[in-house]
């Protein structure tokens, strides 16, 4: 996963990437935690670009996504954008990689 750090590699990637997962991480929290495992399982098993936000380190990074698609802000919280809209959100216990892996097949 490749970490997201300011608005313009944001929209960059956005711009660059037709289909992309995003996930909005929490360094302190243990169900964060779970979700990162989950991405990285279903990173490992696809082939989609794959990105996160350190949310502490990022706090506006993450509160601008969640403007952006006009999304409240959770954490964890996954997102699958294709053509830059988002097709599929989930936060908490909900980031799975299998459900990762059912909404973009």
């Known amino acids: ?33 779970d979700a990162k495992g989950q991405m990285e399982k279903f990173e490992a098993s696809q082939a989609y670009p794959t990105y996160i936000i350190h949310i502490q380190d990022n706090r506006e990074l993450s509160n601008y996504v969640a403007e952006y698609f006009d999304i409240k802000h959770e954490s964890p919280q996954v997102f699958y954008i294709e053509n ?8 908490h216990w909900d980031v799975t990689a299998k ?3 059912k909404v973009t097949t």
């Open 84 to 91: 830059g809209e988002v097709k599929h959100h989930a936060s």
């Open 1 to 33: 996963m490749e970490i997201l750090t300011s608005k313009e590699q944001f929209e960059q990637v956005l711009k660059d990437n037709e289909n992309l997962v995003l996930l909005k991480h929490s360094l302190t929290c243990p169900i964060s935690a």
């Open 99 to 101: 459900k990762l892996e």
